[in-house]
């Protein structure tokens, strides 16, 4: 996270410091109208602004993480793989998804992940 960035705890995106307030209520309703259209099995609570606990001093470090990881709880993991999407995006990987994210040779497993920025596979 850069710094004098806030993350907003309903995408995980950054923004600066003036924008998130423009952000965050269209960013909520953007995820109410996506939610609704959603079928009832994959619905969610809405998302809460967290708020972060500290010993007196609310530091943007410990505010982004509590938004971070608020963004991260609404993805859902796919029950064949296991890997985490939101739940518009989870019904298209369902639809291709072979089960888990190892394949089998004869007597050999070979395990792999795939790079987020260049689809890569390493294993």
Do not use: M
Request: charged share 20%; aromatic share 10%; with cysteine.
């Amino acid at each position: 996270i850069r710094p004098c960035f806030r993350v907003c705890y309903i995408c995980g995106r950054e923004f600066g410091s003036q924008s998130i307030s423009i952000h965050e209520p269209q960013c909520l309703e953007k995820w109410r109208i996506e939610n609704d259209q959603l079928p009832r099995h994959l619905r969610r609570p809405e998302p809460r602004r967290p708020e972060v606990l500290t010993g007196g001093s609310c530091t943007l470090t410990a505010e982004n993480e509590a938004a971070y990881q608020s963004a991260q709880a609404q993805l859902l993991p796919c029950g064949n793989c296991g890997r985490t999407f939101l739940p518009d995006r989870l019904i298209v990987h369902q639809r291709s998804c072979k089960g888990s994210a190892t394949q089998s040779f004869g007597k050999w497993r070979i395990f792999f992940c795939v790079c987020f920025c260049t689809s890569c596979l390493f294993g």
